[in-house]
DNA sequence: AAAAAAC
């Protein structure tokens, strides 16, 4: 038992084996069936770890096999410290993992259903948007392992149809997104319900010190894991960024796509509106596409990552719900239609692609609004992004784009009751003169040479506000 | 500025 922090930093021997993990044959079974022999340098590391019982503070981006990295333990540690319940009948949650999104929570669930289908152990996934009544079924049949967004979770609770006071396992996935999202509050709730004696597990993409704070709160000594640099892009990403004005970026996306041929692509938007208006552009332009995002119904949800998964559509739309954690294999490219108004989501967005491996391409678009976003960005991730030109695309006017206060009547309405007027409208085509301003040409120049080596933090720069903010909420204040 | 998450 590890009485301080230790640092595992070094990379996972190649040729380990699941087997060498001392795992269940049942667990075993599972990963063959699924084809899974050796493991990610993540799950090398977190595997034996949370199997000894530490807690663990793991710095993972997304495709890193982060998943499977907790949930194999729990199920090995759920299985060989059999239920203390009394009644058998009774099966008390034991293990709790809490995601930011619904439909992390969803992948997560399909993922432990999957590791443990040849074990007793039962699993259920609970979040909001959708009927309670399957849900609390569920949970009154009995199960062990519960996957929740926390409001869900909480409201299962408080119908106690819920019980956390036999729960010994804790995970936080994504735990840096749920403090964005002002979930430290439930979060506080949910961990005051859980016996105090317990195992717990936090994962972040991003180790801001506010994460650190959070987990200093709650985490008892725990085993700190960092596979990828925390805030830094995959090396095997190609990051690339394009000057469009910003009435002609949904040309722009449609002409990316239908020039390259892309055929599995996530483009980000900063708003639903925004997402919904692309998507319809898209489809207008003969490209397949879906927007995704949270004035969605669950449902329309759930079948648009689902039709995107098939390949039934090309193009998902999505707002920052589909940034973090979604699973989507080999994702060769993002797009960022609009650049994220958090420098940390951009990370985010740009782990969709080049995952496990596999190189990718992170197309960002971009106009003279976005260079302060764009500092933010080169700043987090401690690089300049190329500036490239779109090569062949002609910026064009079209009624379409025009705001509605400009209307005039030479531009009748009827020329766009067609629809697509991108290609063969006779008067759309007036190229503009791309006019280079001068901090575009300006490379990043780190105006703050990282943070100093700070000594344990006694930082001379009066404490920013959102660090000021996470410390009034843990230490007790609600409302956010 | 915006999005997400419980009803």
Known sequence: MPDTQLALT????????????????????????????????????????????????????????KTAGFSLPIIQLLLAHAS???????????ALILTPTRELADQVADNVKAYSRHTPLRSTVVFGGVDMAPQTAALRSGVEIVIATPGRLLD???????????????????ADRMLDMGFLPDLQRIINMLPAQRQNLMFSATFSPEIKKLANSFLKNPVTIEVARSNATADNVTQVLYKVEEDAKHDAVAYIIRERGLKQVIVFSNTKIGASRLSRHLEKEGVKAAAIHGDKTQGERMAALEAFKQ???????ATDVAARGLDIAELPCVINFDLPYNAEDYVHRVGRTGRAGASGDAISLFSDKDARLLTDIEKLIKHTISRLQLTGFVPQRSSDRRPRYEESSDRAASSRSSGNSSQYGRSAYAPRKEKIDPWFLKP???????????????????????????AALLGGMPKR
């Open 444 to 470: 990043y120049e780190p105006t703050v040479p990282a943070p100093q080596q700070d000594q344990n933090g006694a930082s001379g720069q009066g404490g920013k506000p959102a660090k000021a903010k996470v």
């Open 156 to 174: 299962h609770v408080q119908q106690k149809t819920l019980n956390l006071s036999q729960t010994q396992i804790l995970v936080m996935d994504e």
């Open 84 to 94: 203390t319940s009394a009644s058998p009948a009774r099966h008390p949650v034991r």
């Open 10 to 65: 070094h990379p996972a021997a190649p040729a380990v084996r699941f087997e060498d993990f001392g795992l269940s044959p049942d667990i075993l079974r599972a990963l063959a069936d699924q084809g899974y022999i050796h493991p990610t340098p993540i799950q090398a590391e977190a595997i034996p770890i949370v199997l000894q019982g530490c807690d663990v503070m793991g710095a993972a981006q997304t495709g890193t096999g």
């Open 311 to 317: 390949g039934t559509i090309e193009v998902l739309v």
